[in-house]
Structures are given as C-alpha cells and as structure tokens.
C-alpha cells in the first residue's frame, strides 16, 4: 500500500470518526452543525497542508533529476 493511500485512509478514519462523534453527542442541532464545520475545516486545510508537501518534496526530487540528467547530458556532448 502507498504512503498516500494510507494517510488518506487514516484520515478518512478519523474524519469519520469525528464525524460519527459529533453527531451522537448530546447538543442541540446548531452547536452540532458548527462542531461538524468546524471539524471539516481544520481536515480540509490538514489534507491541504499534507498534499502541499507531497507536492513539493516532489518537485524537488523531479527538479534534482532533471538537473542530473543535463549535466549527464553535458558530459557526453563534450566528450
């Protein structure tokens, strides 16, 4: 299994979980709708924050290898 695949599963989870929480606590319907945004809001933006890494931890490693293969281009045509 991948690491994405896995941190989406766990934070499904956890979403659902929470979700599942909120909902059977006793509060009157308000209160319950705001936890639930609330709740969406702040995996929203740790989803966001997660892919934005993913993101560029991959864009440098992809940058590191284009940069290897012109200078291994380079070499060959000066040689």
Excluded: C, W
């Amino acid at each position: 299994m991948s690491t994405n695949k896995l941190i989406l599963g766990v934070l499904g989870g956890v979403a659902i979980g929470a979700l599942a929480g909120i909902l059977l606590a006793p509060d009157k319907g308000t209160k319950t709708r705001r936890k639930i945004l609330k709740k969406g809001n702040d995996y929203t933006q740790d989803l966001k924050n997660k892919f934005e890494d993913l993101y560029n931890k991959t864009s440098k490693k992809f940058d590191a290898v284009i940069d290897k293969a012109e200078d291994l281009a380079t070499d060959h045509s000066v040689k």
